[in-house]
């Protein structure tokens, strides 16, 4: 069972492609609000899931806008949900550095996205982005 828990529509980012380019009232055109909110019971269910049927077991994907932005919240879902639990992060990599390793160990996998080599993507997310990222890795 894979589950993708939005953490925040909030972005360190500007990308021009995202809307929240400086031009754009950035709350009309998201989804969901800029601050979530999470009922913390409703994620301790998620460890109650039958899951062996499936053999991939419980995988939570943390998303957003930005996910590293609420690494307390990413640390509480550490805590509630079981040890087996599989975790996965989608990041722009930018705070990657920031970030406490024991954190980023407990992720079995890290999706970074770029658009492209250092001249495209600094042109749509910001001067100095690329090197932001690949620096980390």
């Not at 499936?54 to 640390?75: S, T």
């Not at 992060?89 to 980023?104: A, D, R, S, V």
């Amino acid at each position: 069972m894979l589950f993708f828990l939005t953490l925040t529509q909030q972005c360190n980012l500007r990308c021009l492609y995202c809307g929240s380019s400086e031009d754009t009232d950035i709350e009309d055109l998201l989804p969901h609000p800029r601050n979530i909110t999470f009922d913390f019971e409703s994620i301790k269910k998620l460890a109650k899931i039958d899951t062996s049927k499936d053999p991939e077991g419980l995988i939570i994907c943390f998303y957003g806008g930005e996910p590293l932005l609420k690494k307390n919240l990413i640390e509480k879902t550490f805590q509630l949900l079981p040890k087996e639990t599989k975790y996965c992060l989608q990041t722009n990599g930018t705070l990657m550095k920031f970030i406490k390793p024991e954190l980023i160990n407990r992720m079995d996998t890290i999706l970074i996205s770029v658009d492209g080599d250092e001249k495209v993507t600094d042109a749509n997310r910001g001067k100095g982005t690329w090197k932001k990222v690949f620096v980390f890795i």
